[in-house]
């Protein structure tokens, strides 16, 4: 199955409303009748911002988070319905440094997940090995415990309307990126496990990489048969350098 490539820049804890704005405008600009799917996950602050500088555009916006709950006495968290509300589309859960830094367990993950999906927007669900876990050889019950435990709560059609993301831990901002060989392996072992569940939902389903993945690397990445496009921290904060990984999401 022919499936469109996505890239996404997670802008993490960075910006402000005059550096975003050059930046929304140089990213619209510069992937204007790109084949890919774009999309830009920016603070919740400025997710007003983005959708002024991008209505009308090939991107699309998003979170980075979201409550796993729908409304009620939770200070500082922001809902999914406030996130649809604001036009975005897509939601990063489970991203490494919300697992490690802020508690998000396998389970909240799973319950944001679904959180997500009940008010319309597609979640990117973050997956992925630390350093340690890859040299004691565990990668693959990781990323399947990970997985597996949004598969037991929302079930594998739920999947079918999400993205997975496989995030390897140590390529995170270290510059030190996965060969295309060693997510390649990963990815199609993510979507083995799910189409042990769902041939068809597999098929379908976009796994994005996200671990340093910068021009000089992207298209040989993308190019590998389970690898459906990017999310691009560092530099989706370089104008140019996320067009030119869009450019390479062929
Ligand atoms: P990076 O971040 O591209 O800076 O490695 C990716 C991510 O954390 O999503």
Not at 190 to 197: K, T
């Amino acid at each position: 199955m022919a499936r469109t490539k996505l890239v996404a820049g997670n802008w993490k804890m960075h910006g402000s409303l005059a550096t975003n704005s050059a930046l929304l405008q140089d990213v619209r600009k510069g992937v204007a009748g790109l084949t890919a799917d774009v999309a830009v996950c920016v603070p919740y602050p400025y997710l007003d911002q983005a959708r002024g500088a991008l209505l009308g555009s090939n991107v699309a916006w998003g979170a980075q988070d979201v409550s796993e709950h729908v409304q009620g006495a939770y200070t500082g968290e922001v809902s999914a319905a406030m996130l649809a509300d604001f036009g975005c589309r897509y939601v990063i859960v489970g991203h490494s440094e919300r697992r490690s830094f802020y508690g998000d367990t396998d389970a909240v993950v799973a319950a944001k997940f679904e959180a997500a999906l009940k008010s319309g927007l597609v979640p990117i669900l973050c997956i992925g090995e630390t350093l340690d876990e890859r040299e004691s050889n565990v990668t693959t019950a990781v990323v399947t415990r990970q997985l597996d435990a949004v598969l037991a709560r929302c079930g594998v059609a739920a999947l079918g309307q999400a993205v997975v993301a496989y995030e390897p831990v140590w390529a995170i901002g270290t510059g030190r990126t996965a060969s295309p060989e060693q997510a390649q392996e990963v990815h199609a072992l993510i979507r083995q496990r799910v189409a042990r569940e769902d041939a068809g939902v597999a098929a379908g389903l976009r796994i994005l990489y996200g671990g340093s993945m910068k021009p000089g690397n992207a298209r040989e990445l993308m190019a590998q048969p389970d690898i459906d496009g990017g999310l691009i921290g560092g530099a989706a904060l370089v104008a140019t350098d996320f067009a030119a990984i869009c450019a390479a999401a062929v």
